[in-house]
């Protein structure tokens, strides 16, 4: 049976719960240590900087480091485990690391209303240090789909509209839209005569200033380009 010296001299040792290198200490030898009582989350916010309570060592994996990515929400839906992704890294030339995600918040953030993925990456040379600044770029596969130029779509209100090429005329066309990657714009259904359907890929669509078209206005078609007259 061990004693009570011996018990209490137990607590003067640290061990950590994986491998890995100190990165912050905050006691020396020597110092008193009183142990932190409660959850430290919910300590009163007028608590002044100096009764603030640090850990006395801050340990970091060094074999596997996680990359955060906040989602847009419009894109949310479709990020899952598993949705490829590459990481670049600054301070490594740009580096591109091909990687995916390992795990999503599944909800949003209130404040920003967005999805945290994250995104866990080997690192056995370990080049890729705790804190470095990194990109990460989420690569949403859509098989399938019909998209237009985002310069074709004009927003009416909060209705999506682009400009279908008709009999000579421009027929406003509301549409139904979906991811994007800042050029291209997936399109899932146009309302024609009060009904949605489906895109047949055959739809001329009208590119330029949409502001100064109307709804039924003639226009001519040119070789490479539509002119509104």
Not at 11 to 16: E, F, S
Not at 29 to 36: M, R
Not at 153 to 159: A, D, F, L, P, T
Request: hydrophobic fraction near 35%; proline fraction near 5%.
């Amino acid at each position: 049976m061990k004693s009570a010296s011996a018990s209490l001299l137990e607590y003067t040792h640290l061990v950590a719960p994986y491998d890995g290198i100190v990165v912050v200490r905050n006691a020396n030898t020597g110092d008193y240590v009183q142990p932190a009582s409660g959850d430290q989350t919910q300590a009163n916010t007028q608590t002044t900087p100096g009764d603030a309570r640090l850990p006395l060592y801050v340990v970091a994996r060094t074999d596997r480091v996680r990359v955060y990515v906040d989602v847009p929400e419009m894109d949310a839906p479709w990020v899952t485990k598993g949705t490829k992704a590459i990481v670049r890294v600054q301070a490594l030339g740009d580096e591109e690391i091909a990687a995916e995600v390992t795990r999503t918040s599944w909800s949003l953030r209130p404040q920003s209303r967005s999805l945290r993925a994250e995104i866990d990456l080997p690192n056995p040379d370990r080049r890729l240090l705790p804190g470095m600044y990194a990109f990460g770029e989420l690569v949403l596969e859509r098989k399938d789909v019909h998209t237009l130029p985002m310069a074709a779509i004009i927003e009416y209100g909060n209705q999506n509209c682009c400009f279908v090429y008709e009999n000579s005329k421009a027929v406003q066309t509301p549409v139904q839209v979906g991811i994007d990657d800042g050029k291209w714009v997936e399109v899932a259904k146009k309302r024609v005569a009060g009904k949605w359907m489906s895109f047949t890929g055959t739809e001329e669509v009208i590119l330029g200033d949409l502001t100064e078209i109307k709804n039924g206005q003639r226009v001519r078609v040119e070789e490479g380009e539509r002119e509104v007259k």
